[in-house]
């Protein structure tokens, strides 16, 4: 019966056990959504027979239960209301992230705009693999980013400001990481423990933590599932905008030289990641490049004290 329908093949058409039915997967960035664009998807489910939607892990709604031989009008339906078709299969499927400095107070970076950024250069392109790309906007790493194929986590580093330490302590109790200390009265970074989540940055009294601004690390290779890896590091830039160059680099390597029926993770060495890594950092405008311990302010030295 599917047969004759191509738009079944799409992504975010997924089938049923009972081939009576099927579920629609929608294309929701960052898993935000209009309340007039919730309404709409709520009147489509009952419009075509559906009674409940499936909240995903990947921040994308389900429509379970639809009638295939009416995916075309569904798609149309969907694409109206501003949220169309999904995708599941071997393409770039639903970007996501999190709330990020939005409204997260750990935030350091737009995580929802750079998903919606990537989501508009990448989303659904077609690949060898299935490829997930997760945006957090600090190391809680709350998306997983690097179990994703792609990971994106907004990092800070600390630097505190020369000879004006008072020793109070506050920036080592708000550490979680144990990677600061007091000794001969001013606070030290052990540099080998900070994760540069930037909470100590905020959290002086005197404003004596600087930083360089904000900067993105990004991953590659991770994956979740039966046997979880850990994306390895690819590079860092200081902007959104040089972010979404670096993961669109990345997809199209992926595209050009992965192979279908494996893993990204599964391939990395094979691809030559080493030498891929080296070719984008002399990609990256020099200008965009995060560099550790490289400050603006002449006046402010690194955090790990004197
Ligand atoms: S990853 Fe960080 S910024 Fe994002 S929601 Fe979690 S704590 Fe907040
Ligand atoms: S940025 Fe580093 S030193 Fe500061 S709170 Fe985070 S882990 Fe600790
Ligand atoms: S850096 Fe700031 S919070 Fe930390 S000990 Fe010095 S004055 Fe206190």
């Known amino acids: 019966m599917f047969k004759d329908l191509g738009i079944y093949k799409k992504g975010g058409v997924i089938t049923e056990r009972n081939p009576e039915y099927c579920t629609v997967r929608i294309r929701i960035p960052a898993g935000m959504v209009s309340p007039d664009q919730l309404r709409g998807i709520a009147d489509i489910v009952e419009r075509y027979g559906g009674d409940s939607v499936q909240l995903t892990v990947r921040q994308t709604i389900e429509l379970p239960h639809m009638p295939p031989e009416r995916l075309v009008e569904i798609s149309r339906d969907l694409s109206a209301n501003g949220t169309p078709l999904g995708a599941e299969k071997e393409e770039v499927k639903n970007i996501i992230a999190c709330t ?38 600090c190391p809680n790493a709350c998306t997983s ?41 001013i606070s030290v970074l052990d540099s080998a423990k900070c994760i540069e989540c930037g909470v100590c940055i905020r959290s002086c009294p005197y404003d004596l933590l600087k930083s360089s601004g904000p900067y993105y690390l990004i991953t590659v290779g991770g994956n979740r599932g039966r046997h979880p890896k850990m994306g390895r590091e690819l ?25 279908s029926g494996r893993l990204l993770s599964d391939q990395l060495d094979d691809l030559q990641f080493e030498a891929f890594k080296a070719e984008i950092r002399n990609q990256v405008p020099e200008e965009d490049l995060f560099r550790p311990g490289v400050i ?11």
């Open 100 to 137: 990020g400095n939005q409204r997260c107070i750990f935030g350091n970076i737009d995580a929802v705009a750079l998903a919606r950024e990537i989501d508009q250069r990448l989303f659904g392109r077609e690949m060898p693999v299935k490829l997930r790309i997760a945006v957090s906007g």
């Open 145 to 185: 980013p690097m179990l994703n194929e792609i990971g994106i986590i907004g990092k800070i580093e600390p630097m505190r400001v020369a000879g004006m330490c008072t020793g109070c302590g506050t920036c080592v109790e708000y550490c979680k990481e144990g990677a600061i200390a007091i000794k001969k009265g």
């Open 235 to 259: 590079v860092a830039v200081r902007t959104g905008k040089a972010a979404a160059d670096v993961v669109e680099k990345v997809v199209t390597w992926v595209y050009r030289k992965a192979w």
């Open 296 to 306: 603006a302010d002449d006046e402010v030295t690194a955090g790990s004290g004197t």
